[in-house]
T-cell receptor, first 115, second 111 residues
């Protein structure tokens, strides 16, 4: 059973550029959340996708956008990159969030470095 | 606004010691609390999930407790091993809302 997968593993971009990160959820999961983890910090929630719609959003600017596809995979797009966007980007998946008996499973992350 | 704090920030112990990691949260209206392990530069591995109606969960040498009324959870690691060295994160959740994480406890177990 494949877990959550993310691509690419590492990425180096220049300020002002745009980047797209990809995530495939664990088999059987239909909800995908994205988190940003700066060095030495806990992950911060960016947004969550379910049924191809953004359901929840954290305190991130509109430069951060996403998409969910019919097969439940998801993309995170960041425009006009800043140096401060350098972080580990984590994707998490879970079942449809209608109850309390669910657990989030995280992928290995994408390390983004903005120079 | 929910805030999650983890104490201590770092811990270095000799192999074999029993450890207690602490997590506190300011809003007791949570659905569940999850403990994760993170190796350097890697993703998160879920260790234990405690529902709000539960008091504790156990998995192998790990035991996590939850006291909602006081806004506290503890992760107990028995007979620590060098392979336990990692950062341990706790996170709370309300319904379909986001997970709110603490900043973690960085654990080093030396032989």
């Amino acid at each position: 059973d494949a877990g959550v997968t993310q691509s690419p593993t590492h990425l180096i971009k220049t300020r002002g550029q745009q980047v797209t990160l990809r995530c495939s959820p664990k088999s059987g999961h239909d909800t995908v959340s994205w988190y940003q983890q700066a060095l030495g910090q806990g992950p911060q929630f960016i947004f969550q996708y379910y049924e191809e719609e953004e359901r929840q959003r954290g305190n991130f600017p509109d430069r951060f956008s996403g998409h969910q596809f019919p097969n439940y995979s998801s993309e995170l797009n960041v425009n006009a990159l800043w140096l401060g966007d350098s972080a580990l980007y984590l994707c998490a998946s879970t079942f449809k969030p209608t109850g309390t008996f669910y657990e989030q499973y995280f992928g290995p992350g994408t390390r983004l470095t903005v120079t | 606004k929910q805030e999650v704090t983890q104490i201590p920030a770092a811990l270095s112990v000799p192999e074999g010691e029993n450890l207690v990691l602490n997590c506190s949260f300011t809003d007791s209206a949570i659905y569940n609390l999850q403990w994760f392990r993170q190796d350097p530069g890697k993703g998160l591995t879920s260790l234990l999930l405690i529902q709000s109606s539960q008091r504790e969960q156990t998995s192998g040498r790990l035991n996590a407790s939850l006291d909602k009324s006081s806004g506290r959870s503890t992760l107990y690691i028995a007979a620590s091993q060098p392979g336990d060295s990692a950062t341990y994160l706790c996170a709370v959740r309300r319904g379909t809302d986001k997970l709110i994480f603490g900043t973690g406890t960085r654990l080093q177990v030396f032989p």
